[in-house]
């Protein structure tokens, strides 16, 4: 959808930039947001937002008619927790909702909510924001990445393209360094997600070998690993054990949990600089003093880390090369701060990784310098500095898809006993974009139309993957008999998300085939849409 009808865009910006509007890179975080723009003086820049900060909370507050999103929302979690919602990247593509007043608002609403008020404040200091690239974690897959795409849509963003977080980082990089030849590796560990990314740098060219992670490890881990220890420790020294639910009402125990947390995160961030620190918690009219050492929150977090270094030694190994050949760890997201990841990488590449300059802005800046150079693709007007342009016209991105993609197919005809098998078309780590084709045969006689059962993941087995979409291939002609041959054709586009076309291979006409995607199937999506296109954001 675009958010001002067709191309070129023309709008005067404050900057005096001449008649060309601003397009922006946004680093949709799981904990905190991120703006950047690419400038006429320099390669990009984090466009602050309303308070004058650089990153905002990912937190929305619902009051009312209106959304209220960033520093606020978050803390009023402590106080009136039903009304806040909070890590929403989480739950994209999924069918996760929020009941707000009897509409059911989906990920990709909460999060279009979030992404209206980052274009809000920054439309504040560099005028009107048309056009943008959203980021995403490199293992999300296309239901999670159409989610994204939606959100900026209905924020009124007309979304030039996805790019992958840690690309994003290795573009950044990229522009600072300008590396010759080199094997790098992408090491990003945000507040909720993990992404390892393993790439080859050639001059401009920029092309992953493989990417891996896990959705569910970042900081708030860490975070909550310092809680369970807080529980527990709270209980020996007070006799209060405010998980048990028959001590603490819920509504206390979720207000006294909010404020924990906090302190969980307030202590994990002191221990970054810290050796030691001391958290005051308070329960039903107890409280307690603990002193918290840097040793036992790495014991804490010990086997999170664990499985950090396993997933990344094996996404190395998937990219065909051995830790030694690594020759610069780009470490980006605020949870590589943390002394024991830093020592843990450092363990398994042999190196102290290099931090981003900004580690929490270096996604939003790649992603603005890629929204530029996809505004140069199309011939749109964008001001750059000549250095800027330069390192983009050079330059090349060759991504991945995260996920193998398969078909529901069958060793011998279905009314013969035959068995259902994943059959992949598409595997993980293949560069993008990709096609390929498969042939499927009508099943009765008279038969004009075609049911393809699209399935993500390796396993042959089709209970172990999780079916995504269904193909419909219709208007095949009439009055045929049985087996007749249709052939579809499905593409991985650039930004990951997945593409179907079909062809009757007797007429050789192309046939209409269209996506139905199993997260799609809830009812109230157009009264939820309207909401959070009418919704006033703060
Ligand atoms: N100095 C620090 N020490 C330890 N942790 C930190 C520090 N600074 C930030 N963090 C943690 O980094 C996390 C936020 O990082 P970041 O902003 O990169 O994540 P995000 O982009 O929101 O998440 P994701 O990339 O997973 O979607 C939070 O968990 C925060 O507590
Ligand atoms: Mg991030």
Request: negative net charge; charged residues 25%; glycine residues 8%.
């Amino acid at each position: 959808m675009a958010a001002h009808g067709g191309r070129p865009k023309r709008s005067l910006n404050k900057e005096g930039d001449g008649e060309v509007a601003v397009t922006v890179g946004i680093d949709l975080g799981t904990t905190f947001s991120v703006v950047a723009r690419v400038l006429q003086e320099g390669p990009s820049m984090v466009i602050p937002n309303s308070e004058g900060l650089p990153i905002t909370p990912s937190v929305v507050m619902f009051d009312g008619n209106t959304a209220v999103v960033g520093s606020v929302a978050k803390e009023a979690i402590a106080s009136s927790p039903e009304t806040v919602v909070q890590l929403i990247k989480r739950h994209m593509g999924s069918d996760w909702f929020y009941d707000h007043k009897g509409v059911s608002l989906h990920p990709e609403h909460v999060s279009a909510l979030i992404i209206k008020k980052l274009i809000q404040d920054a439309s504040l200091l560099v005028g009107p924001i048309e056009q943008g690239v959203i980021t995403v974690p490199a293992y999300f897959n296309d239901a999670m990445r159409l989610a994204t795409r939606r959100a900026g849509e209905l924020a009124g963003l007309e979304v030039l393209g996805l790019v992958s977080e840690p690309t994003a980082a290795a573009i950044s990089f990229g522009y600072d360094q300008r590396p010759q030849e080199m094997t790098g590796m992408v090491f990003d560990l945000g507040g909720g997600t993990f992404d390892v990314t393993v790439m080859d740098m050639d001059h401009g060219h920029l092309t992953v070998k493989a990417t891996g992670g896990d959705p569910y490890l970042g900081g708030a881990n860490f975070d909550k690993a310092l809680f369970d220890y807080f529980v527990e420790r709270f209980s020996d020294h007070t006799g209060l054990d405010i998980s048990d639910f028959d001590v603490l009402p819920i509504d206390i125990f979720a207000q006294t949990s909010q404020d924990w947390l906090a302190r969980a995160t307030r202590a994990k961030l002191d221990l970054t600089a810290l050796h030691r620190t001391t958290v005051v918690l308070q329960a039903a009219g107890r409280s307690m003093r603990l002193e918290v050492t840097r040793e036992t929150f790495e014991s804490l977090i010990s086997v999170l880390l664990d499985e950090m270094v396993d997933k990344a030694a094996s996404v190395i190994r998937e990219g065909g090369v051995s830790p030694g050949d690594v020759d610069h760890v780009i470490a980006v997201g605020g949870s590589t701060r943390v002394p024991a990841v830093r020592k843990r990488l450092e363990q398994l590449l042999g190196r102290a990784p290099e931090t981003a300059s900004r580690p929490d802005e270096a996604v939003a800046q790649g992603a603005a310098l890629f929204a530029a150079s996809r505004q140069m693709e199309q011939g749109d007007p964008v001001v750059l500095s000549r250095d800027a342009r330069q390192y983009l016209e050079s330059f090349s991105v060759t991504d991945v898809a995260a996920h193998s993609l398969g078909v529901l197919a069958y060793d011998r005809p279905r009314a013969q006993g035959g068995r259902g098998l994943n059959s992949v078309v598409l595997p993980r780590n293949t560069a993008l974009p990709f096609e390929d084709s498969r042939t499927f045969y009508t099943a009765h006689p008279g038969e004009t139309s075609v049911t393809v059962q699209v399935l993500e993941g390796d396993d042959p087995d089709p209970a172990l993957c999780s079916t995504i979409a269904e193909v419909q291939v219709s208007g095949l002609p009439p009055n045929r008999p049985a087996t007749q041959p249709v052939t579809v054709t499905m593409r991985y586009n650039r930004d990951g998300i997945l593409e179907v076309m079909a062809r009757d291979d007797n007429s050789g006409v192309e046939t209409t085939a269209t996506i139905e995607r199993t997260e799609r199937r809830y009812d109230d999506r157009d009264a939820a849409d309207q909401l959070v296109k009418s919704m006033e954001v703060i």
